[in-house]
């Protein structure tokens, strides 16, 4: 069986998510000079494919920059613990800052990592989310760019994983019942 034979139903097809992000880099484009030459903070390893896609589509200068965040184990249900696993490699004092997210569910992430963040006394701090959960949001943390609102369902694809597996298909979708019972079984 192929990865793909796991998939129950796209819930955005490779098109959509392309058209989507271009009109994402679009408006960052608008929000930022080049003077501003903002920081793009890609949390891993969830957004590593929406940064490599949209850093393309950027007319602006930017650089960009890795975090990595544990905040879940291999189920679908957040541990509610966030740790720092990889931190930037740089001082984000005085910079621009765009935190680039794949999914936005409880919010408890991306609080944690606006908070940590803010410490650090960046001119500004934005978020860019692909997707976005709002039945499950927890903590309400304001987001400037959302690709898409979502339903309730845990998805795959385009960077986002479950138990590490599927990061590499090229839309959003939604695996099948037993797919997530199977591998849930193996922690
Ligand atoms: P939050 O802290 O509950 O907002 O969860 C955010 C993180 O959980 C995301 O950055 C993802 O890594 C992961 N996550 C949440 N929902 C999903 C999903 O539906 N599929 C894959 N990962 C998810
Ligand atoms: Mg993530």
Redesign the pocket.
Known sequence: MGLRDDVAKVLIPEKALQARVAELAREINAIYTDEDRPLLVC?LK?AFMFLADLTRYLEIRHEIDFMEIS??GKG?V?SGVVRILLDLAQSIEGRHVLIV??????????DYITRNLHTRQPASLRVCTLLS?PARREIDIPVDLVGFDIPD????GYG???AEEYRNLPFIGVLKEEAYQSSEGQV
């Open positions: 949390v969830g905040s879940y679908t957040s997210e794949d999914i936005i569910d409880s919010g408890r992430t991306l959960k369902e845990f998805v795959v986002l994983d479950f």
